[in-house]
């Protein structure tokens, strides 16, 4: 299997503008979770799905964040309009109930 | 809110060092893991451990949970440069999928 699946990598846009994180977890999985990381404040649990149902969006910063699962295999992540402040590295990760957590390798994004 | 806190952020020793890093919260989880993370990677699982008092062990790293489930330690002995990360504890609290995380201990190890 290819691991958990984050694009883009890199994304550097303006403040304002609408960013969209996308994410493919592993095949099989029924939990999808969405974490952003900072200096500051670490990994913090944004949004998790179970079989592609929101579960818990209570770390969701604002209303300028939405997440989506239309299938199980394809997650989004958007943020509109874009702050500095969402400046941090965002990772999706997959598993099973109780399980590992496998983690894509990041989306870092930089709002200037 | 359920909170982990970790202790100590940050840690830098000489090679051949034992540490132990720690984990506690005032709550109860039902499973706590440990990953480690190097730079522009995700974390990657260590440990899982789910019984209270419960110790495993990983070449030279100890893993303990509590008793009351609600902290856990990890031991490190004679530390390589390999070692060399950020190490997160992570809980999960009854039959959820949810997982927080602490904020991280960062160790480097120096030859």
């Known amino acids: 299997d290819a691991g958990v699946i984050q694009s883009p990598r890199h994304e550097v846009t303006e403040m304002g503008q609408e960013v969209t994180l996308r994410c493919k977890p592993i095949?099989?999985?029924?939990?999808l979770f969405w974490y952003r990381q900072t200096m500051m404040r670490g990994l913090e649990l944004l949004i998790y799905f179970n079989n592609n149902v929101p579960i818990d969006d209570s770390g969701m910063p604002e209303d300028r964040f939405s997440a989506k699962m239309p299938n199980a295999s394809f997650s989004t992540l958007k943020i509109q309009p874009s702050e500095p402040r969402d400046s941090a590295v965002y990772f999706c990760a997959s598993s099973y109930l109780g399980g590992e957590l496998f983690f894509g390798e990041g989306s870092r994004l930089t709002v200037l | 809110t359920q909170l982990l806190e970790q202790s100590p952020q940050f840690l830098s020793i000489q090679e051949g060092e034992n540490l132990t890093v720690y984990c506690n919260s005032s709550?109860?989880?039902?499973?706590l893991q440990w990953y480690r993370q190097e730079p522009g990677e995700g974390p990657v699982l260590l440990v899982t451990?789910?019984?209270?008092?419960e110790v495993k062990k990983l070449k030279r790293l100890t893993f303990q949970f509590g008793d009351a489930r609600k902290d856990s330690s990890l031991h490190i002995t004679a530390a390589q440069p390999g070692d060399t990360g950020l190490y997160l504890c992570a809980g999960r609290s009854g039959n959820t999928g949810k997982l927080i995380f602490g904020q991280g201990t960062t160790l480097q190890v120096k030859p």
């Open positions: 451990v789910v019984t209270g008092g």
């Open positions: 095949s099989g999985h029924d939990y």
């Open positions: 709550s109860v989880f039902s499973s």
